[in-house]
Nanobody
């Protein structure tokens, strides 16, 4: 079945950086538009960044443009999110997902705080 394992979260100070990874299985990763989503405390989950199957096209929410970079390694069925200049409002549980498959993983917690 479809599974995601998100890793790389943690506690980081404002202005710091983190790299999230997501290893996927149970479907043809290289055929999927992939996305990183996040759910801040008390708020709804929303799309942060997306990437087309070949990696040639990416898109970002306005709140993370210029700070976050999404990438993928189709040979390893792995999705990445490089986050820099982190702010307290980036605090959330981060999830990855194939945009056409309605399955979620456990996510990874990112907390930005001094």
């Amino acid at each position: 079945q479809v599974q995601y394992v998100e890793t790389g979260g943690g506690l980081v100070q404002p202005g710091g950086s983190l790299r999230l990874s997501c290893t996927a299985s149970g479907f043809t990763f290289s055929n999927c538009d992939m996305g990183w989503y996040r759910q801040p405390p008390g708020k709804e989950r929303g799309l942060v960044a997306s990437i087309r199957p070949t990696g040639s096209t990416t898109a970002y929410a306005d709140s993370v443009k210029g700070r976050f970079t999404i990438s993928r390694d189709n040979d390893r069925s792995t999705l990445f999110l490089d986050m820099s200049r982190l702010m307290p409002e980036d605090t959330a549980v981060y999830y990855c997902r194939c945009r056409t498959l309605p399955v979620w993983g456990q996510g990874t917690q990112v907390t930005v705080s001094s």
